[in-house]
T-cell receptor, first 114, second 114 residues
Framework: KAGVTQTPRYLIKTRGQQVTLSCSPISGHRSVSWYQQTPGQGLQFLFE???????NKGNFPGRFSGRQFSNSRSEMNVSTLELGDSALYLC?????????????FGSGTQLSVL | DQQVKQNSPSLSVQEGRISILNCDYTNSMFDYFLWYKKYPAEGPTFLIS?????DKNEDGRFTVFLNKSAKHLSLHIVPSQPGDSAVYFC?????????????FGTGTRLQVTL
């Protein structure tokens, strides 16, 4: 079974631009979550989608948004990029997103904002 | 407000010895705890979990201990192997009526030396 696939692997953007990151979950997994990893902050929860609906949201500004498609693939968008948005963005999937389900993570997209 | 804390950013252990990684939490609603391991350029992978109704869970060389009264958990790796060198994240979840939102610690980098 293929794992969670995230594209692109690396991105370099400048302040003020916007960016879209993509995530393909494991086949059959309907829940997709996004996390931001920065040095010293660990992994911070962004949001979780299930059946094309956002079920849960972390404490990030509205510049961070996402969506999920009918095939469970998900995209995350960050508008008006700031230097502090430089981070590793990780996508994770699970069958139903139940709170005791283990998450399967992709390798992440490393975003650098210059 | 860091609800899950890993106060040791790094740990160095000799091969064959025991590695003990610690994690503290503040939210008494957390009732399920997980450890993830992360190698460079890869996403975190699930290692072991424990429910709050237990105080110990073992899986091969890995054992997680939970002390609810102290709001503390620890991961023991015995014996430690060079391949265990990675960043270890402690994570916690609580039933909120919705789904997978894990709160992660900031990670502990374990180096197992020969």
């Amino acid at each position: 079974k293929a794992g969670v696939t995230q594209t692109p692997r690396y991105l370099i953007k400048t302040r003020g631009q916007q960016v879209t990151l993509s995530c393909s979950p494991i086949s059959g997994h309907r829940s997709v979550s996004w996390y931001q990893q920065t040095p010293g902050q660990g992994l911070q929860f962004l949001f979780e989608y299930f059946s094309e609906t956002q079920r849960n949201k972390g404490n990030f500004p509205g510049r961070f948004s996402g969506r999920q498609f009918s095939n469970s693939r998900s995209e995350m968008n960050v508008s008006t990029l700031e230097l502090g948005d430089s981070a590793l963005y990780l996508c994770a999937s699970s069958p139903l997103g139940g709170y005791r389900e283990k998450l399967f993570f992709g390798s992440g997209t490393q975003l650098s904002v210059l | 407000d860091q609800q899950v804390k890993q106060n040791s950013p790094s740990l160095s252990v000799q091969e064959g010895r025991i590695s003990i990684l610690n994690c503290d939490y503040t939210n008494s609603m957390f009732d399920y705890f997980l450890w993830y391991k992360k190698y460079p350029a890869e996403g975190p992978t699930f290692l072991i979990s424990i429910s709050s109704i237990k105080d110990k869970n073992e899986d091969g060389r890995f054992t997680v201990f939970l002390n609810k009264s102290a709001k503390h958990l620890s991961l023991h790796i015995v014996p430690s192997q060079p391949g265990d060198s990675a960043v270890y994240f402690c994570a916690a979840s609580a039933w909120t009526g919705t789904a997978s939102k894990l709160t992660f610690g900031t990670g502990t980098r374990l180096q197992v030396t020969l």
